[in-house]
T-cell receptor, first 110, second 115 residues
Framework: QKEVEQDPGPLSVPEGAIVSLNCTYS??????FMWYRQYSRKGPELLMY????GNKEDGRFTAQVDKSSKYISLFIRDSQPSDSATYLC??????????FGPGTRLSVLP | EAGVAQSPRYKIIEKRQSVAFWCNPI?????LYWYQQILGQGPKLLIQ????????DSQLPKDRFSAERLKGVDSTLKIQPAKLEDSAVYLC?????????????FGPGTRLTVL
């Protein structure tokens, strides 16, 4: 089992849809959780950052962490064509470097 | 604020040749990372520098990969000799003094194709 897993997609949704992106992990020591967005031929850029369990909201984006289930999610409301990208989850134990998931490719169709 | 700069953006070489990539981090960022991102996968950390010292190089294939950050600013990553499986995007990232919680800013990457 890989340390961090994501649905590979690709995921296609119509504009305005609610998108749910998910990661599962096996290392119970993970405490920091991040979501990155990566446009084609660009480097990843940080979207959301959470520590331990709970929810965090930023505009149209909501990140959820459920440490008991070793499951994290990113929700995108009112999705736009500009949200079309690959979404990477990343996580780390305290004081250690991040492990990235393989990414989910999202296409939002106008 | 200028972002992380990388060059070249693209490189095509034949197997067994050598190649070098350059990275200039965001000004003032003490921590610099090199990642390898194979198509369809997430970035994998190769090496992390804090100023000009190596913090983590546990996943660097040291028989063929080397990296340096001599003056604690820009960095080079070298592959010698290259193998077909080295075809990937090589990403450089930098962050401020607190590597645990500070944001990593990524450059655009260098896309390497080994024929």
């Amino acid at each position: 089992q890989k340390e961090v897993e994501q649905d590979p997609g690709p995921l296609s949704v119509p504009e305005g849809a609610i998108v749910s992106l998910n990661c599962t992990y096996s290392n119970s020591a993970f405490q920091y959780f991040m979501w990155y967005r990566q446009y084609s031929r660009k480097g990843p850029e940080l979207l959301m950052y959470t520590y331990s369990s709970g929810n965090k909201e930023d505009g149209r984006f909501t990140a959820q962490v459920d440490k008991s289930s070793k499951y994290i999610s990113l929700f995108i409301r009112d999705s736009q064509p500009s949200d079309s990208a690959t979404y990477l989850c990343a996580m780390s134990p305290l004081g250690q470097n991040f492990v990235f998931g393989p990414g989910t490719r999202l296409s939002v169709l106008p | 604020e200028a972002g992380v700069a990388q060059s070249p953006r693209y490189k095509i070489i034949e197997k067994r040749q050598s190649v070098a990539f350059w990275c200039n981090p965001i000004s003032g960022h003490a921590t610099l990372y090199w990642y390898q991102q194979i198509l369809g996968q997430g970035p994998k950390l190769l090496i992390q520098f804090q100023n000009n010292g190596v913090v983590d190089d546990s996943q660097l294939p040291k028989d063929r990969f080397s990296a340096e950050r001599l003056k604690g600013v820009d960095s080079t990553l070298k592959i010698q000799p290259a193998k077909l499986e080295d075809s990937a995007v090589y990403l450089c990232a930098s962050s401020g003094w607190d590597r645990v919680s500070d944001t990593q800013y990524f450059g655009p990457g260098t896309r390497l194709t080994v024929l």
